[in-house]
């Protein structure tokens, strides 16, 4: 029985056959500094208002952008599920607008050292979490790290943030050149969507994507799809100067209702992305890595 195999046979002891599953959005971007983690907050707080149940997963290490934005400190991470004997539910710090976060800390990095029986408890804790969450959102770091790419290649469903910047333009190109090569990348079950972020005008936006389709198409023959836009907005500056996220201080402003609108369109797809959950999220992450 190989490792792979391992894995599977974890998950399926842990989830039963009634168990549900979370949908597993991961957000992501060619660079730093384009609003991933502002799309990630305020796209939660939408899902939200629509009844869905969500919690965020902070996987930038070493950058706590959710919990500043949030304005609120967690007291535990994955590190502590992983290492300290915490259960999920002890991980999770509830967050403005009754949106739950997982502070990643480093502690993912490592799981694919960890023996059969800490995978067996750590894939217990995360069936748990798929029944405290309707939506799940992976907010991964920016660039072409190792790391990065082992979320996106173990999610189904992938928002790239990128903004009308020729740099960003080239280097949500190049995070996707990456992720195509990567053995463990599978075109058939992956959605790769797109938002454009910042633009004056709605036109902007479709632009930008034309640009990216053009050459993701020509050279890596790759399906992405338009989400939609974000129209630079400065209520949306003040409200991260304040720690608030836009969406719930002040929802009539114009990036509010793009987030409205670029959410109303994720729940309303006529053919969804099938789910995963959140244990067979982390079983791809580990997986190809030698089991203790």
Known sequence: MDQAEQLRNIIKANQGPLRPLARVITVTSGKGGVGKSNVSINLALQFRKMGQRVIILDADFGLANIEIMFGTVPKHNLCD?????????????????????ISGGSGIVGMSNLSRDYLN???????QLDAIADVIIIDTGAGISDAVLEFLVASGEILLVTTPEPTSITDSYSLLKALNRHPRFSKENSKIKVIANRVNKVSDGQSLFAKLEVVVSRYLKLPIEYLGAI?????????????????LSNPNAKSSLAFEEIATKLMGEEKPVKKRGMAAFFSHIIAGKKLN
């Open 81 to 101: 599920l992983i290492y300290q004997g915490k259960n999920i539910k002890d991980i999770i710090t509830w967050g403005a607008g009754d949106v739950g976060f």
């Open 121 to 127: 408890y750590i894939i217990q804790n995360l069936v």
């Open 231 to 247: 129209p630079w907005d400065t209520q949306l500056s003040d409200a991260v100067m304040q720690q608030k996220p836009v969406s």
